[in-house]
């Protein structure tokens, strides 16, 4: 078999097959088993080169087989199912099994074989598997590679790992699939970025905050998280914008998934999360420079954020925000006080259902009619 290793961008610093696989390996102990997504590039016939992030899963694992002083079984799956690949991708706690995770989720084991060569289990219907180990002290130069967040700096390599391949299995005619990384919209958004909003939105609730949803606007790289506040459950912790903003900041920017999380919006029950059109509006609308904005300096952020890996660098951590783009009263009103202007905002119902039937006869096409929504 002959394995395709295109070049995905031109000021890539080489060869990247692995975008859209998924890593697993485990502890010394064997009792974590890790599944997750990260780059690999090809350094030769036998190697592929990586990042190991220290403060990621992998990483962890990575480091307890350094501190055996042996290198590091591992296995690389291509084609998994798609359950496997979002979760993969998703930021559950530590020492969680993602293939039990995923049984959970689909209602059904995971059906997984052994590999030919180390005892690493793989899913059994991935289209490719590589498998191997990941040396301890060799590395070779990486890099760079165009990013989720859109930016490329040319010809800057790192030294990173390397990823011995001692074998290949393949199922007939597989597929190998790729991810072209880069400006919006991509698989790192519409996957990834979707799953750290879920695990947010898991995180707020154990903790017993009224949030009813968490978006990540496409456009934003998978930097910004769009919390929206239940104001009902809200008005009944008796508290207020600097308490709440606080407690909140500090729950999501201390947990796993907060590592990646750069900037946190907080919109009420009248602002659709999913909508960067209504997220802008309230934002811009309801969210006073500095008296609505939050900062905090006390944790860590993933270093290929572009200000984080290429900014200013801070006395302590670079800063997150929460900003908060709800108005004191909707801390307090059990009714908001204003009205929107818009088309759903301004006119009665029927003047709405008239324009509507009467929308194709103007002259515009049936698809241009305007949907009912909470803004516009």
Known sequence: MSLPTPLLHQHDGGKFIETFGM?????????????????????????????????QDIGVIYQMWKDKGQDMPWALCFGVPPAAIMVGGMPIPKWTNEAGFIGALIENPVEVVKCETNDIRVPANAEIVFEGTVSISETAPEGPMMEYHGHVWPNQPKQCPLFKVDAITY??????????????????????AVMIAAEILNICQAASL??????????????????????????????NMSE????????????????????????????DPTSLRDVIWAESTRCEPGTSEFLFD????????????????PER????????????????????????????????????????????????????????????
């Open 171 to 192: 199922r007939e005619n597989p597929i190998l699939p790729i991810c072209i990384t880069g400006r919006a919209t991509e698989e790192s958004h519409t996957v990834w």
């Open 23 to 55: 890593h697993i390996v485990q502890t010394p102990d064997r009792s974590w088993t890790n599944w997750s997504i990260t780059r690999g590039m090809t350094h030769d016939k036998r190697h592929l080169v990586g990042p190991i992030i220290p403060k």
């Open 210 to 239: 009224p949030i009813q949803n968490v978006w990540c606007p496409f456009e934003s790289h998978a930097i910004w998280y769009v919390i929206q506040v239940d104001r009902k459950r809200l008005r009944k912790l008796n508290t």
């Open 317 to 376: 951590n670079h800063k997150k925000v929460v900003k908060c783009c709800m108005l004191p009263s909707e801390f307090e009103d059990k009714e908001l006080a204003w009205k929107v202007g818009s088309f759903r905002g301004s006119y009665p119902a029927d003047i709405q259902a008239e324009v509507e039937r009467k929308w194709v006869k103007y002259g515009f096409g049936a698809s241009d009619v305007a949907k009912p929504c909470s803004v516009g």
């Open 298 to 313: 006390e944790y860590g952020s993933i270093p290929l954020i572009p200000y984080v890996g290429h900014g200013v660098k």
């Open 244 to 271: 709440f903003c606080t407690r909140l900041g500090h729950i999501v920017f201390s947990s796993k998934p907060g590592w990646y999380t750069g900037k946190v919006f907080v919109v009420g029950e009248d602002v």
